[in-house]
């Protein structure tokens, strides 16, 4: 039985993802994603939590 590799893209620019880069094209798209996380450009949207009352729950 053989395992095949299905063939994926760069997630930066779509091209065929390489081997020591996976799952990136190369170092360059590796390192502009890299980026967009220092930069915190990738964000989960979530809703603003209220703030705590301590004196309302009685410690």
Same mark, same amino acid.
């Given at each position: 039985?053989?395992? !095949? @590799? *299905? %063939?994926? &893209? #760069?997630?930066? #620019?779509?091209?065929? %993802?390489?081997?020591?880069? *996976?799952?990136? #094209?190369? $170092? *360059? #798209?590796?390192?502009?994603? =890299?980026? &967009?996380?220092?930069?915190?450009?990738? !964000? @989960?949207? %979530? $809703?603003? %939590? =209220?703030?705590?009352?301590?004196?309302?729950?009685?410690?």
């Amino acid at each position: 039985m053989t395992t !095949r @590799i *299905r %063939a994926s &893209k #760069c997630p930066q #620019c779509q091209k065929p %993802a390489t081997e020591k880069y *996976r799952p990136f #094209c190369s $170092e *360059r #798209c590796q390192q502009l994603d =890299l980026g &967009k996380w220092f930069n915190e450009s990738y !964000r @989960i949207p %979530a $809703e603003e %939590a =209220l703030p705590s009352n301590d004196e309302d729950e009685g410690y």
